[in-house]
């Protein structure tokens, strides 16, 4: 079995050997294994409306033993179990600067309900191709080519400060979930990217990330077959931003990026040309997220700080801005536009979207 249950040992084991904070941008601008996650709050306790098979989702919807789960990704396996994959950044650590969001596992947690709970299952083992403690953020999870396919952050060490440090994207294959395969770095525009998302196109496949080295932007490469890739191109520049999210609804292309003010909307009709449509997620501020979608709405997978660190009235790099929890928002499309109201109470069932296999 190759899922370590996350325990407080477990973690100070990791801190003695050697998060979508993943940003080099300054904070003032920029499981108990088996134990599910039942946290509850108004917005999920409301009275049912109208049908009698609304399920109300809790809020939050996920917490960590570790107290800070950030850059959530949510894919069903092929049983119809739902898996969440997270940054397990850790709360308590008494590293110096932000050693506390590096040196990090991914956190992984199931659900058999359609996602109204989790259960944790602790951390991914065997996704570090290197000796030591080293730092894993920001998994991105697809099923393609008759597998699942892992793209997951890397940088080597514990650093304790953001810059100066490669980063990388690692590429790993399993059948299950559970056990993975390594098969590489992707190569991609600098040796200073993070936050992959893939997603299929016509003629393949395409990854973007954010570029540190080119203004903290998003840039993509193509595939067709996730091994090789194509050379790599701007996609939306200007404003500094990170984990780009990929996705369709209402006969529209969507990108997300977290602004660390909210996700900017971009809008395509092929995947290559995109229109700014807004900000969501503003208030309270939701960061690097992932989204499943139906039909006619999607579900947005996101994290947000107790206290934000963001911002001219944020709480900047303190004790107190690292706790974070994962929530759920509806997204729909409305005359062309994606809206999404993080107070509306979240009828969540996710064996409503399409299936993997």
């Given amino acids: 079995m190759t899922i370590t249950p996350a325990t407080s040992e477990h973690a100070a084991a990791r801190t003695t050997s050697a998060a979508s904070a993943d940003s080099s941008v300054p904070a003032t601008e920029s499981a108990d294994a088996g134990t599910p996650s039942t946290a509850t709050s108004a917005r999920s306790r409301l009275p049912a409306t109208g049908s009698a098979d609304v399920r109300r989702a809790p809020d939050p919807l996920f917490t960590d033993p570790l107290g800070a789960p950030t850059d959530p990704t949510v894919i069903e396996g092929t049983d119809g179990t739902w898996w969440l994959f997270a940054t397990q950044r850790r709360v308590d650590d008494d590293r110096p600067g932000v050693g506390w969001v590096h040196g990090t596992d991914i956190a992984v947690a199931t659900s058999d309900d359609g996602g109204l709970t989790w259960t944790h299952r602790g951390v991914v083992d065997g996704l570090d191709p290197h000796d030591g403690r080293n730092t894993l953020w920001a998994p991105e999870v697809v099923f393609a080519e008759g597998r699942f396919h892992m793209f997951v952050t890397y940088i080597a060490g514990v650093p304790e400060q953001w810059a100066g440090h490669e980063r990388h994207i690692l590429h790993h294959v399993s059948d ?14 600098s040796d200073h990217v993070i936050d992959a998302c893939v997603a299929p196109t016509e003629d393949g496949y395409r990854i973007w990330f954010k570029d540190e080295a080119a203004g903290s932007t998003t840039w993509c490469a193509d595939s067709a077959d996730l091994e090789t890739w194509g050379p790599s191109r701007p996609v939306i520049e200007g404003r500094p931003h990170e984990g780009p999210n990929v996705f369709t609804l209402g006969g529209w ?11 900017a909307v971009y809008r395509s009709d092929d995947l290559s040309h ?3 449509d807004g900000r969501i997620l503003v208030e309270p501020r939701g960061h690097h997220a992932d989204v499943v979608a139906t039909d006619t709405e999607a579900w947005i997978f996101y994290f947000t700080h107790d206290v934000s660190p963001f911002g001219p009235t944020g709480g900047g790099e303190k004790r107190a801005t690292r706790p974070a929890v994962v929530r759920v928002a509806t997204a729909r499309v409305v005359d062309g536009h994606l809206v999404c109201d993080p107070d509306e109470p979240v009828d969540l069932d996710l064996r409503r979207a399409t299936r993997t296999s």
Wanted: net charge negative.
């Fill in 176 to 189: 299950d979930l559970a056990r993975w395969e390594y098969r590489g770095v992707v190569p991609l525009s």
């Fill in 253 to 263: 292309h969507w990108m997300i990026v977290d602004e660390w003010r909210g996700q």
């Fill in 274 to 276: 995109w229109t700014a």
